[in-house]
């Protein structure tokens, strides 16, 4: 089901070129990357699939910071890392993306942390676009586990 914008809160434009071996840039200029193959190790590019996952982590740190406010939390430490997989699949297009998000919250258990993490799945613009498109899961850690 497509759901229309009522209103329109942020306007942006991206411009390719060269496609996985070329460049994008937006028409502020904030951004200007070269890009390369994710499977070419070319220094100073990035791949579209990291552009993917820089954009959700971000996206969805910021909609898990809403929802624990309303329960009265402050997840502004939140960790989010968001593994974007690129792979085949049986569709007509052989191509597809999966989507992993691990969260971790300082002071928070794994279990006490999930709900928030599915009300913030609700509520992210970046995880509305992909349901139901394309597999992605959620995995809530302790807040006291490293490296996440």
Same mark, same amino acid.
């Given at each position: 089901?497509? $759901? ?5 809160? @942020?306007?942006?434009?991206?411009? +390719?070129? =060269?496609g996985?071996? =070329?460049?994008? $840039? !937006?028409?502020?200029? %904030? ?11 070319v220094?100073?590019?990035t *791949?579209?699939?990291?552009?993917? +996952?820089?954009?959700?982590? /971000? ?9 624990a /406010?309303?329960?009265? /939390? ?5 960790? $989010?890392?968001?593994?974007? %997989? #690129? =792979?085949?699949t &049986?569709?007509?297009a052989? @191509?597809?993306?999966?989507?992993? #998000? !691990? ?6 258990? +794994? &279990? ?5 993490? %599915? %009300?913030? &799945? ?10 139901? *498109?394309?597999?992605?899961? #959620?995995?809530?850690? &302790?807040?006291?586990?490293? =490296?996440?």
């Amino acid at each position: 089901m497509t $759901v229309p914008l009522t209103t329109t809160l @942020y306007r942006t434009t991206a411009h +390719a070129s =060269g496609g996985r071996t =070329g460049s994008v $840039v !937006t028409d502020d200029g %904030r951004l200007d990357v070269r890009l390369a193959p994710p499977r070419k190790k070319v220094p100073g590019t990035t *791949n579209p699939e990291q552009l993917f +996952a820089a954009g959700f982590a /971000a996206c969805f740190t910021s909609a898990l910071a809403e929802v624990a /406010a309303d329960f009265g /939390a402050d997840a502004s430490a939140a960790q $989010v890392a968001c593994e974007v %997989r #690129l =792979g085949t699949t &049986d569709t007509p297009a052989g @191509y597809g993306l999966a989507v992993s #998000l !691990t969260v971790s919250l300082p002071g928070w258990a +794994a &279990d006490d942390l999930l709900p928030l993490l %599915r %009300r913030a &799945d609700a509520v992210c613009p970046y995880s509305q676009a992909v349901h139901g *498109n394309i597999e992605l899961t #959620l995995h809530a850690v &302790d807040g006291t586990t490293p =490296g996440v």
